[in-house]
């Protein structure tokens, strides 16, 4: 069973280069989510989308923007990197009955 | 928002022993859930336990809600618990999302 797929697992980039990180569920959970983890600051949220369509602001979102034009794909895109958004980042899902959160592999992105 | 205390931030045991990870939250919940991320970066759900106890071979959690604190108890510790344990509780008020606490640092030493 695939659950949440991201891609790519890893990637350096040049600051101010643009970049997407893509992400893929299959349980057709309506609700997505993009945290990035740092070190000491732990999990915080960027984005989040309730339901295809519709798209919110979390914790962290400056310098981020997201898409949700279906169920299954909720892209994190970069429009122009800064080294401080290098860091991991995860994308996770939770289905409308329980709210259960479910995390992909991550990414892990290094903007030089 | 809420706010979400772990302790102890860190904890290193010998393989075998047993131990006891506290979530301490400022709000009234109705979910919290409990990860385990692995020294490979993997985020794994333990438990979903807004309130009662549930367990799951080694690992039980308990959560009280009324009293604003969950435990997760390990026994018999192995060296692939070692880790990062978070607990995310949902506030009963506000955006309605997870909020990380900064987690409990756990190595087992064979």
């Known amino acids: 069973t695939a659950g949440i797929t991201q891609a790519p697992t890893s990637q350096i980039l040049a600051a101010g280069r643009s970049m997407t990180l893509r992400c893929t569920q299959d349980m057709r959970h309506n609700a997505m989510y993009w945290y990035r983890q740092d070190l000491g600051l732990g999990l915080r949220l960027i984005h989040y989308?309730?339901?295809?369509?519709?798209?919110g602001k979390g914790e962290v979102p400056d310098g981020y923007s997201v898409s949700r034009a279906n169920t299954d794909d909720f892209p994190l895109t970069l429009a122009s990197a800064v080294p401080s958004q290098t860091s991991v980042y995860f994308c996770?899902?939770?289905?409308?009955?329980?709210?259960?959160?479910?995390f992909g592999e991550g990414s892990r992105l290094t903007v030089l | 928002g809420i706010q979400v205390e772990q302790s102890p931030p860190d904890l290193i045991l010998q393989e075998g022993a047993n131990s006891t990870l506290r979530c301490n939250f400022s709000?009234?919940?109705?979910?919290l859930q409990w990860f385990h991320q692995n020294p490979w970066g993997q985020l794994i759900n333990l438990f979903y336990?807004?309130?009662g106890t549930k367990q799951n071979g080694r690992l039980s959690a308990t959560t009280v809600a009324t009293e604003r604190y969950s435990l997760l108890y390990i026994s018999s510790s192995q060296t692939t618990d070692s880790g990062v344990y978070f607990c995310?509780?949902?506030?009963?008020?506000?955006?309605?999302?997870?909020?990380f606490g900064t987690g409990t640092r756990l190595t087992i030493i064979p």
């Open positions: 995310a509780p949902i506030s009963n008020f506000g955006n309605e999302k997870l909020t």
């Open positions: 336990i807004p309130s």
């Open positions: 709000d009234s919940v109705n979910n």
């Open positions: 996770a899902s939770s289905g409308q009955n329980t709210g259960e959160l479910f």
């Open positions: 989308s309730n339901t295809a369509g519709t798209t």
